[in-house]
């Protein structure tokens, strides 16, 4: 059988490639163990490269995963958000990781086609060989390029720009967030972009907005209006999540809501809120996710 520590080796890798692919950390956790009992079953001596076998098996079982999830997204009550996972600084150092991991970056992915989104994450984000890609996609090369081609092209149109200063990204972040939970309605307004956006995910499981809030009066309001209803025993914490700053509200020992916050030219642009319970599980059990 293959060996368990050449499979924890890539662990981290095989989870990040199912997370990109499907969105969801939960998935992706299914993707790992069912990579592992595949893996268990070949012979150490029968592959010589573990990285891209292991890559072949998280790519096809995540492909499987995303087609069954997507047809469950289509009846999604609301705006649909990735599923937030916590990530550790050595995340950030890793510049495409963390800007491929960011939930901007994961929305603009879910209006890719499953073989586009895998071939992108695949090459763009991990930098497999179009060969390895074939293999893991079961395509010929030449389709794989092609479906490369489409995807990034599709991506550099819609992809969002962040600040690459990560110091400044949290100061004005934190500084958000505490205007969000006074409830300052002026300091909201000051650092929001004219154009800013607010997506919230409750899934049709609890009460938030169920339309995207545009514009940063609206979405001063909003927020202004949600910092006056106050939970019981609230509990805040700030952390990072999917490398970008981020919130997490608890009631009582109830993780309610977690918000991620964007930043770019000293403005936040965006703010993502999931309030799905089912998608909030995994923030108070899961390590952070590492490169």
Known sequence: MGSAEAFEEHRPLLFAIAYEITGTATDAEDVVQDSYLKWAEVADDGV????AYLAKVATRTALNS??????????????????PILTGPDVAEDAVLGEALSVAMLVVLESLTPDERAVFVLREVFDFPYTDIADATGKSVAAVRQLAHRAKEHVRERQPRFDVDAARQRQVADRFMAATLGGDLQSLMDLLAPGAVLLADGGGKVTTAR??????????????????????????EFSTLNNLPGLLVFSGARLDLAALVEVRDGLVTGVYIVRNPDKLAGLTSGAPVRP
Do not use: C, T
Not at 216 to 226: E, K, S, Y
């Open 66 to 83: 995303l087609r069954s999830a997507r047809r469950r997204r289509e009846d999604y009550i609301g705006p649909w958000l990735p599923e």
């Open 211 to 236: 339309r995207p809030v545009y514009g940063a009066d609206r979405v001063a309001r909003f927020l202004a209006g949600v910092a006056s209803k106050s939970l019981p025993d609230m509990r805040v």
């Open 48 to 51: 010589h490269n573990p990285r």
